[in-house]
């Protein structure tokens, strides 16, 4: 498998691009207000996109879904209950950054993610986690096979989403981890949403937040 990324936009939100090898065709993986970043990450890549997996409905990972699906002529993926922060990308970019304008654009269809759904999509196999708690649609991608969780903004290295912005609830989201993140395999590499790739493992040892939760 191959996976190629950069950190994209003011929140330095991580996209990837996931293809099975280099040069063939692949998946989308969150689509910041950046899309010709995106489409630059693509091609240097070679991969051709078949679809755009979100994992949720924040500014900084949806505001670019829009171009990058007219580029690549391509679906995007979003669980429903985060349509509604992806129907008002201006709003958030007012309460998150106090910014009047911009260019963001999300999709003018989701396709919808469900919890358990498994997604075959150019020979790459998915199965969403729906891990509410940051927003209430947010969804964890994992790869059983490939031992890969690309965790969005539920779980960081050293830290956990945020949970004080609209649809946010901190014990939702610790019961999401307990219950549907921490009873994964723990030599899972977990690549999220903001800042370095770290492991299961390396979080249930030394992450404050995923300590004395049940497993």
Known sequence: MHIAFAPLWLAATNCYVVSVEEGGPGVIIDAPPDPDA????ARRSGVEPRALLLTHGHLDHVGGAGPTVAAFGIA??????????????????????????????GAAEYLPLAHGAKLEVAGLRFRVIHTPGHTPGHCCLWMEEEG???????????????????????????????????????????????????????ELATNPFLQGLPR
Do not use: C, K, N
């Not at 995106?38 to 990450?41: H, K, R, S, Y």
């Not at 960081?156 to 901190?170: E, H, Q, V, W």
């Open 38 to 41: 995106i489409a630059e990450v």
């Open 76 to 105: 995007a993926h979003l669980h429903p209950d985060d349509e509604w922060l992806a129907a008002d990308l201006q709003g958030q970019a007012r309460l998150l950054l106090g910014l009047g304008g911009g260019d963001y654009q």
């Open 148 to 202: 890969v969780l690309f965790s969005g903004d539920h779980l960081f290295a050293g830290s956990i989403g945020r949970t004080d912005l609209p649809g946010g609830d901190y014990r939702t989201l610790l019961r999401s981890m307990a219950e549907r993140i921490l009873p994964l395999p723990e030599e899972t590499d977990v690549l999220p949403g903001h800042g370095p790739a770290t492991t299961l493992a390396r």
